[in-house]
Protein backbone atom coordinates (compact mmCIF):
# COMPACT_ATOMS: atom_id res chain seq x y z
CA UNK A 1 0.00 0.00 0.00
CA UNK A 2 1.28 3.29 -0.99
CA UNK A 3 1.48 6.52 1.29
CA UNK A 4 -0.87 8.25 -0.32
CA UNK A 5 -3.33 5.22 -0.32
CA UNK A 6 -3.13 4.86 3.48
CA UNK A 7 -3.42 8.66 3.88
CA UNK A 8 -6.63 8.64 2.05
CA UNK A 9 -7.85 5.68 4.17
CA UNK A 10 -7.44 7.15 7.12
CA UNK A 11 -8.96 10.73 6.15
CA UNK A 12 -11.89 8.43 5.42
CA UNK A 13 -11.70 6.61 8.56
CA UNK A 14 -11.94 10.21 10.58
CA UNK A 15 -14.64 11.43 8.32
CA UNK A 16 -16.62 8.41 9.44
CA UNK A 17 -16.24 9.05 13.20
CA UNK A 18 -16.23 12.97 13.22
CA UNK A 19 -19.88 12.02 11.56
CA UNK A 20 -20.74 9.29 14.71
CA UNK A 21 -19.75 11.71 17.08
CA UNK A 22 -22.04 14.03 15.84
CA UNK A 23 -19.02 16.80 14.17
CA UNK A 24 -20.38 17.92 11.34
CA UNK A 25 -18.66 21.18 11.13
CA UNK A 26 -15.42 18.47 11.48
CA UNK A 27 -16.99 16.23 8.74
CA UNK A 28 -17.59 18.77 6.35
CA UNK A 29 -14.44 20.09 6.73
CA UNK A 30 -12.97 17.43 4.94
CA UNK A 31 -14.53 17.78 2.08
CA UNK A 32 -13.33 20.29 -1.16
CA UNK A 33 -15.45 23.51 -1.73
CA UNK A 34 -16.66 21.78 -4.69
CA UNK A 35 -17.39 18.43 -3.26
CA UNK A 36 -19.54 16.23 -5.77
CA UNK A 37 -21.92 13.77 -3.86
CA UNK A 38 -23.37 10.57 -6.50
CA UNK A 39 -26.73 9.49 -5.16
CA UNK A 40 -28.94 6.48 -5.83
CA UNK A 41 -32.45 8.29 -7.51
CA UNK A 42 -30.85 11.57 -8.70
CA UNK A 43 -30.76 12.60 -11.68
CA UNK A 44 -27.21 13.88 -11.85
CA UNK A 45 -24.61 14.50 -9.48
CA UNK A 46 -25.16 16.80 -6.33
CA UNK A 47 -22.66 20.34 -5.37
CA UNK A 48 -21.65 21.31 -2.65
CA UNK A 49 -20.81 20.77 0.91
CA UNK A 50 -23.93 21.85 2.29
CA UNK A 51 -26.02 18.88 -0.17
CA UNK A 52 -23.51 16.67 1.81
CA UNK A 53 -24.37 18.36 5.36
CA UNK A 54 -28.21 17.84 4.66
CA UNK A 55 -27.93 14.49 4.03
CA UNK A 56 -25.78 13.93 7.44
CA UNK A 57 -28.19 15.74 9.44
CA UNK A 58 -31.19 13.94 7.85
CA UNK A 59 -29.47 10.93 8.96
CA UNK A 60 -28.58 11.77 12.31
CA UNK A 61 -31.59 13.46 12.85
CA UNK A 62 -33.61 10.91 12.07
CA UNK A 63 -31.21 8.45 13.92
CA UNK A 64 -29.04 10.38 16.93
CA UNK A 65 -27.36 7.27 17.97
CA UNK A 66 -25.92 6.59 15.01
CA UNK A 67 -23.11 3.90 14.78
CA UNK A 68 -20.29 3.27 11.87
CA UNK A 69 -18.95 0.19 11.42
CA UNK A 70 -16.20 0.55 9.06
CA UNK A 71 -16.39 -3.63 7.77
CA UNK A 72 -13.80 -3.41 4.51
CA UNK A 73 -11.85 -0.82 3.17
CA UNK A 74 -9.61 -0.46 0.11
CA UNK A 75 -8.04 2.42 -1.67
CA UNK A 76 -6.48 2.42 -5.23
CA UNK A 77 -4.68 5.72 -6.64
CA UNK A 78 -7.10 8.47 -5.51
CA UNK A 79 -10.11 6.20 -4.97
CA UNK A 80 -11.25 4.50 -1.59
CA UNK A 81 -13.97 2.18 -1.81
CA UNK A 82 -15.71 1.05 1.62
CA UNK A 83 -18.47 -1.28 3.05
CA UNK A 84 -19.86 0.39 5.96
CA UNK A 85 -22.51 -0.99 8.24
CA UNK A 86 -25.45 1.65 10.16
CA UNK A 87 -26.82 1.33 13.15
CA UNK A 88 -29.30 3.24 15.42
CA UNK A 89 -32.55 4.19 16.87
CA UNK A 90 -35.43 5.59 14.49
CA UNK A 91 -36.24 8.72 17.07
CA UNK A 92 -36.64 10.94 14.35
CA UNK A 93 -38.63 11.38 11.22
CA UNK A 94 -36.96 9.71 7.94
CA UNK A 95 -37.56 10.89 4.67
CA UNK A 96 -42.06 9.79 4.80
CA UNK A 97 -41.52 8.10 8.26
CA UNK A 98 -42.27 9.08 11.88
CA UNK A 99 -39.89 7.83 14.40
CA UNK A 100 -40.87 3.87 14.84
CA UNK A 101 -38.13 4.09 18.07
CA UNK A 102 -36.95 0.77 16.44
CA UNK A 103 -33.45 -0.58 16.04
CA UNK A 104 -32.36 -0.32 12.49
CA UNK A 105 -29.05 -1.33 10.61
CA UNK A 106 -28.22 -1.60 7.60
CA UNK A 107 -25.44 -1.68 4.67
CA UNK A 108 -23.87 0.55 1.94
CA UNK A 109 -21.45 0.21 -0.34
CA UNK A 110 -19.30 3.41 -1.07
CA UNK A 111 -16.64 4.82 -3.02
CA UNK A 112 -14.65 8.03 -2.55
CA UNK A 113 -12.28 10.38 -4.43
CA UNK A 114 -9.80 12.18 -2.84
CA UNK A 115 -7.77 15.49 -3.95
CA UNK A 116 -4.42 16.44 -2.13
CA UNK A 117 -5.83 16.05 1.69
CA UNK A 118 -9.60 16.57 1.17
CA UNK A 119 -12.54 13.84 0.11
CA UNK A 120 -13.89 15.46 -3.54
CA UNK A 121 -16.18 13.14 -4.80
CA UNK A 122 -18.64 10.12 -3.38
CA UNK A 123 -20.68 7.63 -5.08
CA UNK A 124 -22.98 5.73 -2.46
CA UNK A 125 -25.18 2.96 -2.74
CA UNK A 126 -26.84 2.45 0.74
CA UNK A 127 -29.40 -0.54 0.99
CA UNK A 128 -32.54 2.06 1.57
CA UNK A 129 -34.93 -0.81 0.50
CA UNK A 130 -33.65 -2.77 3.52
CA UNK A 131 -33.92 0.59 5.86
CA UNK A 132 -37.14 1.39 5.19
CA UNK A 133 -38.39 -1.89 5.40
CA UNK A 134 -37.31 -1.75 8.96
CA UNK A 135 -38.76 1.40 9.50
CA UNK A 136 -42.54 1.41 7.77
CA UNK A 137 -45.14 1.00 9.53
CA UNK A 138 -46.33 -2.72 10.66
CA UNK A 139 -49.77 -3.58 8.02
CA UNK A 140 -52.37 -4.50 10.21
CA UNK A 141 -53.20 -8.31 11.06
CA UNK A 142 -49.03 -8.82 10.91
Known amino acids: MTAMTEKNIALLRTAFQA ?3 GDLDAAQGMLTENFIANLPGSPGPLRGREVWRLGAQSMLGAFPDL ?3 VQDIFGVDDKVTVLLRFQGTHLGAFQRFEATG ?11 RVEGDK ?21 AGD
Do not use: C, H, N, T
Not at 102 to 112: D, L, P
Not at 130 to 136: A, E, F, K, V, Y
Open 102 to 112: RQVGFRSVEVY
Open 19 to 21: VES
Open 119 to 139: IAEEWVAPDLIGLMRQISPIP
Open 67 to 69: KIE
